[in-house]
């Protein structure tokens, strides 16, 4: 299984939702009979199933992490392989108005990078 992109919306985040999963290919819901939605469901299982093992940080400790670095309210956050690697990306809204990307090693959750947005 091939996962490129996962948002988790903020109110995912809040807790009072569900996930919302961007698809692989972009355009509609069927595919040459292909459920997008399925596919979706099962990346969404693919990366609970590696937080449970250990083979990468919960949503929840990359928050901490993220958060000991700038304080605000998180906007979005995405879950991205990049050169076999997978990282989070995380956009935060700090209390100047401003918002901040970081990306941290999912594996790890050290901060990677860090930028202001425009």
Partial sequence: MNIRIIVFSTIALAGTAGLLVTGLSGAGNERDGHDEDDDKIHEHEAVRGMAERGDILSLEQI???????????????????????LVY??????????????????????????????
Avoid: C, F, P, Y
């Fill in 63 to 85: 928050l901490q992490n993220a958060r000991q670095h700038r304080d605000g309210r998180v906007l979005e956050t995405e879950l991205e392989e990049k050169r076999g690697e």
């Fill in 89 to 118: 990306e995380v956009e935060i809204l700090d209390d100047n108005g401003e918002v901040w990307e970081m990306k941290l090693d999912a594996r790890s959750g050290e901060l990677l990078e860090e930028e202001q947005e425009d």
